[in-house]
């Protein structure tokens, strides 16, 4: 610990303001998602957080790591390959929450533990391909576009049986169950809505007979603005940037 003596002179900069804020915030938010939890009558144990860092910096990163989120997200892979480089901590797990290109597959292998954004057949033949290629198995969802936004990624609903079919004579890939996003301009309920017709698809899909690759223990869905019906609807991971970055100049 510092001596006082050696704390003099030292003002707490706009760097220190910033990890402050992304702390409360952390706090704040890990609060609320406990509060949602419990009102859907589930633990707050069963809703992991995954920090969206792709607002910031990786010294913001840092901080949110500091504060105690080591589940960290980011929607393009080149900055999740930095990011990852240049935030170093054995404890954080990075997930791929945006579309990856197929030539971006290799580089992402190394450094992510799971991709929530594998949204169409051939994409996961390929990720297969490269897994089997550096001797890895992979984690992943499939993204489903359940609102049916023209400008998503992601399966329609019609097309997941056939998916999973064919993604689970993969032997590299082990699929862990569904991500989504809600209808972009929807308000509450249609969010609600959304969740919960994945919910019903992963029930569904899981009532009719896995392959043994394929599991649906988690259902990825619920942003900075829709995370409490998502965690109504069934959640197991939320993915929040916006909320934690709050206040933070950027
Ligand atoms: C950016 C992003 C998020 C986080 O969104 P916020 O509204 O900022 O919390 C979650 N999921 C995906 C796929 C994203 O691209």
New binding site residues.
Partial sequence: MNSPSENCGHRAGPADAASERIARNWRHLVEEVGQAARAAGRTPESVRIVG?S?YVDAAMTRSLVAAGCYELGE?RPQTLWSKASQVEDPRIRWHL??HLQRNKIRRTLTAVALIHSIDSVRLAEAINAEAEASRRVVEGLLEVNVSGDAAKHGFSEAATDEAVERIGRLPNLRIRGLMT?AAGEGDAATARRNFDDLRQLRDRLAAEGLPENVSMQELSMG???DFAEAIGAGATIV?????LFAGVGR
């Fill in positions: 969206v792709k929607s929450v945006g996003m942003m900075s603005g993915r929040i940037g916006s909320r």
